[in-house]
């Protein structure tokens, strides 16, 4: 079993419509969560930290469960520009991140 | 403030030969990471420097791979020598001096080995 499991999708979704992604986890001593969102043959750019108590930031909502060892991530309201890959990553406790391997998103017209 | 700097942007070469990678991270960030993302896996770590001493290198595939960091400012990463199986996109990141600190990625070197 991998350490942190995406669906890789791809998840085509109509403009304005809501959308989200669950990502697990298999290390229940893991000390902090991000989203990352990478365009096409560029670098991974930081979209959220992921906090226990949940965070908000404009149209994007993530959350912690670590009960279930899962963060989740969604956005409403999806734009064409949001059409982009959504990487998980969690760090260990060893500095290092782990990656999922990305879930697609195509934001239809 | 300059991002994560890496040069450079592609490199295509022969099985066998040499090839150098440059990482510049944010200034005064202190931690250095080197990852790797192999086409149709997931972005893996290979590295992690703080400052100029190796941190934890556990990610590194075998001792064809040689990672610098001399002064701890710029990074380097030699692979000598490539093998097809080294093609990919090899991505820096840097963070500050605390840990948990948010990682903040370079837009890699695309390496390609024929």
């Known amino acids: 079993r991998k350490e942190v499991e995406q669906d890789p999708g791809p998840f085509n979704v109509p403009e304005g419509a809501t959308v989200a992604f669950n990502c697990t986890y298999s290390n229940s001593a893991s000390q902090s969560f991000f989203w990352y969102r990478q365009d096409c043959r560029k670098e991974p750019k930081l979209l959220m930290s992921?906090?226990?108590s949940g965070n908000e930031d404009g149209r994007f909502t993530a959350q912690l469960n670590r009960a279930s060892q899962y963060i989740s991530l969604l956005i409403r309201d999806s734009k064409l520009s949001d059409s982009a890959t959504y990487l998980c990553?969690?760090?260990?406790?060893?500095?290092?991140?782990?990656f999922g391997t990305g879930t697609r998103l195509t934001i239809i017209p | 403030e300059a991002g994560v700097t890496q040069f450079p942007s592609h490199s295509v070469i022969e099985k066998g030969q040499t090839v150098t990678l440059r990482c510049d991270p944010i200034?005064?960030?202190?931690?250095l990471y080197w990852y790797r993302r192999v086409m149709g896996k997931e972005i893996k770590f290979l590295l992690h420097f703080v400052k100029e001493s190796k941190q934890d290198e556990s990610g590194m595939p075998n001792n064809r791979f040689l990672a610098e960091r001399t002064g701890g400012t710029y990074s380097t990463l030699k692979v000598q020598p490539a093998e097809l199986e080294d093609s990919g996109v090899y991505f820096c990141?840097?963070?500050?001096?605390?840990?948990?600190?948010?990682?903040?990625f370079g837009p890699g070197t695309r390496l390609l080995v024929l």
């Open positions: 992921v906090y226990s």
């Open positions: 990553a969690v760090n260990f406790g060893n500095e290092k991140l782990t």
């Open positions: 990141a840097s963070s500050h001096h605390l840990a948990g600190e948010t990682q903040y």
């Open positions: 200034s005064g960030h202190d931690n």
